[in-house]
């Protein structure tokens, strides 16, 4: 049966090791609930009820990393200061292997605070810089980098890109190329404001906006199944990626492949609390599962199922190897 074909593959995460290189942050979040407008402006008066810290960006990709089974090597830069001392906290909390980092006493630790009242958020408060990394740093992380991939080989490399001055393209392609001569299978989670435009790539994945922003086309009022094919084109011919897989929201996801018909993946959510870390879940389940067997459709399927679970928690999250195997053995 399909569903014992997809439980195995999520079983056999155990067994694998990822190395993510990308925007560290720290995602913070306060709770509380809203009774009255202030008197002071037309806003709301939160009464705090409690605050929270997790691991976002790059960093939450390695949580679902390991929270799906597998292990997971950090490697980005953070600020020399309390959040970032934080975050680390948090990676060693949660057995993500952290040496990889690099403190930058120039910039901050990127920091979100989310301010949520019920199940609203009401505002985001955003504490980061977004100029290019000094070179010398990015040199050392390099250099870091290298070190690990010759002396581990990971079973597969996920390049995580939120523009925060991390990546150049000469950059990203150096990493690209370095796992190309390890024959280690490479991930992109792009970021239209740094069109990196690569070569080698094994699977890419975007939302739908980005799709579009990054095959330079408008997004339709109501997309068209030929419109996504012809941004499909257009990124299979200028990124040479092998597997294209284009988030849809509510609508699930397209996969891609040169010269193959389009494969479309209807969602499984059941609720939607809350999408924000939904494309994290995506690119660390999709490339745990193409590390098991090259089959991009059963990639593209568990994806899917941890990213219906996802959704449905609110504040950034991940999904455990036992919720995704739960989820899986209700199929029919």
């Avoid at 010759?150 to 490399?157: F, H, L, S, T, W």
């Avoid at 994806?303 to 029919?332: C, S």
Wanted: negative net charge; aromatic residues 6%.
């Amino acid at each position: 049966m399909r569903k014992n074909e997809l439980i195995s593959v999520v079983k056999s995460f155990r067994d694998k090791r990822i190395a993510v290189i990308g925007d560290l942050m720290l995602d913070a979040y306060t709770w509380g609930k809203v009774n009255r407008i202030s008197p002071e402006a037309p806003v709301p008066i939160v009464q705090v009820t409690k605050r929270s810290c997790c691991l976002g960006g790059a960093a939450n990709v390695m949580r679902n990393i390991v929270s799906l089974g597998a292990k997971a090597a950090a490697f980005g830069i953070i600020g020399n200061d309390t959040n970032g001392c934080k975050l680390r906290d948090l990676m060693e909390e949660t057995g993500i292997d952290h040496t990889g980092i690099l403190v930058d006493n120039g910039r901050p630790t990127t920091f979100k605070e989310r301010i949520i009242a019920g199940s609203q958020q009401l505002l985001r408060l955003d504490d980061e810089f977004q100029e290019d990394l000094d070179e010398q740093i990015r040199i050392r992380l390099f250099e870091r980098f290298t070190d690990y991939i010759k002396r581990n080989r990971p079973d597969a490399v996920i390049i995580e890109d939120y523009a925060k001055g991390l990546f150049s393209p000469e950059y990203a392609q150096q990493i690209v190329d370095l796992c190309g001569e390890y024959d280690i299978p490479v991930a992109l989670d792009p970021n239209p404001k740094n069109p990196l435009c690569l070569k080698g790539l094994t699977i890419m994945k975007p939302n739908r906006a980005e799709a579009f922003a990054l095959a330079g086309l408008p997004v339709p009022l109501k997309m068209t199944l030929s419109d996504l094919i012809a941004v499909s084109e257009k990124i299979l011919t200028n990124w040479h990626v092998k597997y294209l897989l284009i988030s849809l929201a509510e609508e699930g996801m397209a996969l891609f492949r040169s010269n193959e018909v389009c494969k479309v993946i209807p969602t499984r959510a059941k609720e939607v609390f809350d999408v924000s870390g939904a494309g994290d879940t995506v690119i660390a389940a999709s490339t745990l599962a193409l590390c098991v067997e090259d089959d991009p459709v059963t990639a593209a399927e568990i994806a899917n199922y941890a990213a219906g679970i996802v959704v449905g928690k609110l504040g950034t999250a991940a999904v455990t190897a036992e919720e995704l195997t739960t989820e899986l053995q209700e199929l029919k």
